[in-house]
């Protein structure tokens, strides 16, 4: 009973260090060009490291082309453990992008899958 009582303990703080290993990036390590892709269209895009408000920098781009992909144009962006979020001009989100390797995908309500990667 002591070894099970051991091994569920252990179980549950390895759980809860795991979940908590995810390391938020800074803004620098985010920042430059990027490429946000859909199907048939594909936007570029510039992450700022000016500040739009305390946790959310700006992002520049073209807006026409953004509404193309998106449900609405971004004007931000931060970064989070596992990911990263576009958001509008009062940090509300527009669109979450989860890391995929290399990239990060978020997809939208009608399944379609939009793909944003870093600029070499």
Same mark, same amino acid.
């Given at each position: 009973?002591?070894?099970?009582?051991?091994?569920?303990?252990?179980?549950?703080?390895?759980?809860?260090?795991?979940?908590?290993?995810?390391?938020?990036?800074?803004?620098?390590?985010?920042?430059?060009?990027?490429?946000?892709?859909?199907?048939?269209?594909?936007? %570029?895009?510039?992450?700022?490291? #000016?500040?739009? #408000?305390?946790?959310?920098?700006?992002?520049?781009?073209?807006?026409?082309?953004?509404?193309?992909?998106?449900?609405?144009?971004?004007?931000?962006?931060?970064?989070?453990? %596992?990911?990263?979020?576009?958001?509008?001009?009062?940090?509300?989100?527009?669109?979450?992008?989860?890391?995929?390797? %290399?990239?990060?995908?978020?997809?939208?309500? #009608?399944?379609?899958?939009?793909?944003?990667?870093?600029?070499?």
């Amino acid at each position: 009973m002591k070894q099970l009582i051991i091994a569920t303990l252990l179980s549950a703080l390895s759980g809860g260090c795991m979940a908590s290993s995810l390391r938020l990036p800074s803004a620098a390590e985010m920042s430059g060009q990027w490429v946000l892709s859909g199907a048939e269209q594909h936007c %570029d895009i510039r992450l700022n490291t #000016d500040v739009l #408000d305390g946790t959310t920098w700006r992002l520049a781009g073209d807006s026409a082309c953004l509404q193309k992909l998106l449900p609405e144009a971004p004007v931000g962006w931060r970064p989070t453990p %596992d990911g990263l979020t576009l958001t509008q001009q009062d940090g509300s989100a527009v669109a979450f992008f989860s890391r995929n390797r %290399d990239h990060y995908e978020h997809k939208l309500a #009608d399944g379609s899958v939009r793909t944003l990667k870093k600029k070499a």
